[in-house]
Nanobody, 120 residues
């Protein structure tokens, strides 16, 4: 089972920047897509950005031009650089990884979540 550990959340003023990191450990199998979801109070969890093992990145419209997702395949880590943060970016951010085990079984592993708070 792959475990994901996140770091880098915190509080920042609007317009500021934060960098989130997530490291996978354990029986990693083959890690496919990695990325970040977020969930604000009273709202559904939404995809923020994802990146494939080929480094192809996809962003939510709300993240385009402000956030950058990257990964290190050798270390099985994924990061999210968040710039020009807005009040509406306040949420708990979760990293995830799609994993394929030998034999083809697939599952999704989730991090525990890290709080990002943007203040005015």
């Amino acid at each position: 089972q792959v475990q994901l550990a996140e770091s880098g959340g915190g509080m920042v003023q609007a317009g500021g920047s934060l960098r989130l990191s997530c490291a996978a450990s354990g029986s990693t199998g083959s890690v496919n897509d990695m990325g970040w979801f977020r969930q604000a109070p009273g709202k559904q969890r939404e995809l923020v950005a994802k990146i494939g093992s080929d480094k192809t990145a996809t962003y939510a419209d709300s993240a385009k031009g402000r956030f950058t997702v990257s990964r290190d395949n050798a270390k099985n880590t994924v990061s999210l650089q968040m710039d020009s943060l807005k009040l509406e970016d306040t949420a708990v951010y979760y990293c995830y990884a799609h994993v394929t085990l030998p034999g083809g079984f697939r599952y999704t592993s989730w991090g525990q979540g890290t709080q990002v708070t943007v203040s005015s």
